[in-house]
């Protein structure tokens, strides 16, 4: 069992940035994915950005540009740095460890969230 815990939301207007953290409970070096999720209101969870078994991370269309995730494994923990936000980034953010087999996951954990609003 892993526990992450999210920090680092809030609200922010048009333009602005927040660095999401993510800490984990124990390493993080065995899952083969590593990123995080958002949820924007009456959506599905869907992905923002991730480490899946390599060493470039994978970006949503969406944000690519203005979003970058990175994770310091000494820290056991996993960072989204938001830059340029937009009112449509508006969502709970959650990250997520997993080990991925293909397109079937094994284990997953999931962090509790962190609220993200973006004025206009």
């Known amino acids: 069992q892993v526990q992450l815990v999210e920090s680092g939301g809030g609200l922010v207007q048009t333009g602005g940035s927040l660095r999401l953290s993510c800490a984990a409970s124990?390493?993080?070096?065995?899952?083969?994915?590593v990123g995080w999720y958002h949820r924007a209101p009456g959506e599905q969870r869907e992905l923002v950005a991730a480490f899946t078994s390599g060493a470039s991370p994978n970006y949503a269309d969406a944000v690519k540009g203005r979003f970058t995730i990175y994770r310091d494994n000494a820290k056991n923990t996993v960072y989204l740095q938001m830059n340029s936000l937009k009112p449509e980034d508006t969502a709970v953010y959650y990250c997520?460890?997993?080990?991925?087999?293909?397109?079937?996951?094994?284990?997953?954990?999931w962090g509790q969230g962190t609220q993200v609003t973006v004025s206009s």
């Open positions: 124990g390493s993080i070096l065995r899952f083969n994915h």
């Open positions: 997520a460890v997993g080990v991925l087999y293909g397109k079937t996951w094994g284990e997953r954990y």
